[in-house]
């Protein structure tokens, strides 16, 4: 199979993501106009504030906690029924009037998305399971997410020319209605028994203790916050930039942000070449300091002209791509088939911690100083964290490690599936942080 695509059960899941990206996107822009409605012009950007930090503390805090009370919860039943529930919370959203409600509403929704997205992407590599296929589906994934990013207010655009604010909530339950179709006509394979009798908050913690205690997963990390760091400058302050710089933001912010999703689409698509070629980490850090680098350059370059910008804007997108599309290929490489949610849901919390850090501290420096100046801080902190980040990943990070279990009996169920050496017992296997190896090995 050349393409993802073709895998049937791919192709369902996939429609149910784009569904429910379309879905969030309707909400995104209802939620905003529904803080204009309730807040007025004065209050709306308090309100929307509060709705967003909701959204912040839910996939921060409650990722690692949803993916422990879903175990042992079949997959396609979980799945299901979380986008049940956030179709369901959509439509009272549009009969709300206070600010608890909404807030409320929000902040369940939310907890919802927190739960369905990390189990969303450990059920992918489970079904398409050759390396390559499973690349190509990170890419279209990634390219699906940039879409939405785009596509969504032209969407909302378009309906607000014949419905009201509030109906876009109405819209984003139609469009989870069809996700929900899509994955009941999906397969969904089924995965190990988890193991319950373990503690709540130790079952809670399992993909933050893998996570912190695998290097590349540590990596992985790191790149991921290098990122933010100076695209958060791309996603809070293009629209300042196009005003001040530009002279009309209505104009030249929605075309400098396609051509950011021009870029990002094309760098999504680069991806499993580059990855087969460089690598995870190479091409990972490649993304990271090329964004910096553009960052750079647009922040030196005095009055840069609009096909300047346009090629920089390129540039951005292109790299972030780089940095954000291998994630999933990293994480499905470091952890066993029945701890890959729980690791999932530790990459989606942390990975919006350092967005959370990110966009305010974008915003704030761009008030301090000049937006160019600020662009130029940024990215240098993107390029230390990446040289931190290419420390603590090692170059050389070979998937099976030799080691040794001193303290096992020779008849422990572990010892009969490898091959083993010496009077230690010593053996080889694709090593990945677990109870029987809690420790990483170097």
Not at 94 to 105: G, S
Not at 183 to 202: E, G, N, Y
Not at 213 to 230: D, I, K, M, Q, Y
Not at 291 to 300: E, I, L, P
């Amino acid at each position: 199979m050349a393409s993802p695509l073709t895998n049937p059960n791919f192709r369902w899941l996939f429609s149910a993501q784009i569904c429910s990206l379309v879905g969030v996107g309707l909400l995104t822009v209802g939620l905003s106009l529904a803080a204009y409605r309730i807040g007025g012009a004065e209050a709306a950007g308090q309100v929307l504030g509060l709705l967003l930090a909701l959204k912040m503390v839910a996939y921060v805090g409650l990722a690692p906690l949803a993916e422990s009370l879903l175990q042992g919860v079949p997959r396609k039943a979980a799945l299901v029924t979380l986008d049940v529930g956030r179709m369901v919370l959509l439509i009272p959203m549009a009969f709300t009037t206070d600010i608890w409600q909404i807030a409320a509403l929000s902040f369940l929704f939310f907890s919802m998305s927190a739960g369905f997205t990390p189990l969303y992407q450990s059920v992918i590599p489970d079904v398409v399971q050759d390396e390559d296929l499973y690349t190509k589906a990170l890419s279209w994934s990634r390219v699906a997410y940039t879409l939405e990013a785009v596509l969504s207010p032209v969407i909302a655009g378009g309906l607000l020319t014949i419905l009201d604010g509030s109906s876009l909530f109405l819209v984003a339950a139609l469009a989870f209605s069809v996700s929900i179709a899509s994955i009941l006509l999906a397969q969904v394979p089924k995965t190990t028994a988890a193991d319950r009798k373990k503690p709540f908050w130790q079952r809670a913690s399992k993909g933050l203790r893998i996570y912190v205690r695998t290097p590349r997963l540590r990596g992985l990390f790191l790149l991921n916050f290098a990122l933010s760091l100076s695209m958060a400058w791309v996603l809070v302050n293009t629209v300042a930039y196009a005003g001040a710089r530009l002279g009309d933001s209505e104009r030249y912010f929605p075309m400098l942000m396609a051509f950011y999703g021009l870029g990002a689409g094309f760098g999504a698509f680069s991806v499993p070449r580059l990855v087969k070629r460089l690598g995870e980490r190479r091409t990972m850090a490649l993304g990271a300091i090329a964004f910096a680098a553009c960052g750079a350059v647009f922040a030196v370059w005095l009055s840069p002209a609009l096909a300047v910008l346009v090629i920089v804007w390129i540039g951005f997108g292109l790299s972030s791509s780089l940095v954000l599309t291998p994630g999933g290929l990293v994480i499905t490489r470091s952890a066993k088939a029945e701890d890959r949610a729980a690791v999932f849901a530790a990459q989606f919390s942390l990975s919006h911690a350092g967005w959370l850090f990110a966009y305010p501290l974008a915003g704030w420096l761009a008030t301090k100083v000049s937006l160019e100046l600020a662009m130029l801080i940024l990215s240098g902190l993107t390029t230390w964290v990446t040289l931190i980040a290419l420390r603590v990943w090692p170059a050389q990070d070979p998937m099976a490690r030799t080691h040794a279990h001193p303290d096992l009996p020779a008849d422990h169920p572990h010892l009969k599936t490898v091959i083993t050496t010496g009077p230690n017992q010593e053996h080889t296997h694709t090593y990945h942080i677990d109870d029987l190896h809690p420790r990483w090995r170097r």
